[in-house]
């Protein structure tokens, strides 16, 4: 079977994909700032073997390359770059916070790229060959109109083009890459009123995940496969 690995799996989407590549008996390697704390991930760690929790600060770049070493030589044929942060609550004309602005960076968009570095040989070596990064819908230059979120929504934007950027890096290597927006998911991020259950949404990303080949590299695409505008 396959192998994935997906970081931020303790709570939310991070979570629920592990629950489903888990189930479909893929070989995962779940990575969560607390494994100590993470009950739910250990739940399914524990009924199934398949399932190997580690720890992983993705802000830390020392532990990203610790986890690449311990790693070294598995295929890993899907990366899923799903650790992501909102940003706080002051993020608007004039009334900004900079330090988280920099914090967010560091998790949103840098840090997938440094993943994206570090596993470049497992995901190479192996048969499928996906990096993929969770964007939004809200990083869409074309569709944005709302304003707000500004600390959000330009670190995504930004992991966008980190995307299409290793879209071009990668290519040579036979590395499909590609961002998805999850649609808007009832987790801790989305809040209780989005109309999608993660079981829906990472149901769908999982489909995606299995079509993706030359086609998608480079993409930007949604939860139910289909294409958002940059
Ligand atoms: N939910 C939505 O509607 C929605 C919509 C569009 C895009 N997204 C994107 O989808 C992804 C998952 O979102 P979610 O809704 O599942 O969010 P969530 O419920 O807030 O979960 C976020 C996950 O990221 C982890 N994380 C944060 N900072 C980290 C770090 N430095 N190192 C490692 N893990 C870290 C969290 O771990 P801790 O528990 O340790 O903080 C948690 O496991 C994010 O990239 C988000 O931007 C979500």
Redesign the pocket.
């Known amino acids: 079977m396959p192998t994935i690995l997906i970081?931020?799996?303790?709570?939310?989407?991070?979570?629920?994909a592990v629950r489903q590549y888990a189930a479909d008996g893929w070989t995962v390697h779940a990575?969560?700032?607390?494994p100590d704390?993470?009950t739910d991930l250990n739940a399914i760690a524990g009924d199934n073997a398949n399932v190997t929790v580690h720890r992983?600060?993705?802000?830390?770049f020392a532990t990203i390359d610790r986890l690449a070493d311990s790693l070294n030589g598995e295929a890993i044929d899907v990366l899923l770059?799903?650790?992501?942060?909102?940003g706080g609550d002051r993020q608007e004309f004039m009334n900004d916070d900079f330090a988280a602005w920099s914090k967010t960076f560091?998790?949103?968009t840098m840090?997938p790229h440094r993943m994206s570095e570090v596993f470049v040989d497992n995901v190479a070596s192996s048969g499928q060959k996906v990096v993929v990064i969770?964007?939004?819908?809200?990083a869409s230059m074309t569709g944005e109109n709302s304003g707000k979120l500004h600390i959000?929504r330009t670190s995504?934007a930004a992991v966008n083009m980190v995307m299409r950027l290793l879209s071009v890096d990668l290519a040579e290597r036979g590395i499909t890459t590609f961002s998805i927006?999850?649609?808007?998911?009832?987790?801790?991020?989305?809040?209780t009123t989005?109309p999608?259950s993660?079981e829906e949404?990472v149901a769908g990303i999982r489909q995606v995940i299995a079509g993706a080949g030359p086609e998608t590299n480079g993409r930007f695409m949604t939860w139910d496969g289909n294409e958002l505008p940059w």
Not at 56 to 60: E, G, R, T, W
Not at 134 to 138: A, D, G, N, Q, V
């Open positions: 970081t931020g799996t303790n709570r939310g989407l991070g979570l629920e990575c969560c700032r607390n704390d993470a992983l600060d993705v802000a830390d770059n799903n650790a992501g942060v909102y560091r998790v949103n840090a969770m964007s939004t819908i809200m959000y995504k927006h999850p649609g808007w998911v009832r987790t801790d991020m989305g809040g989005a999608l993660p949404s």
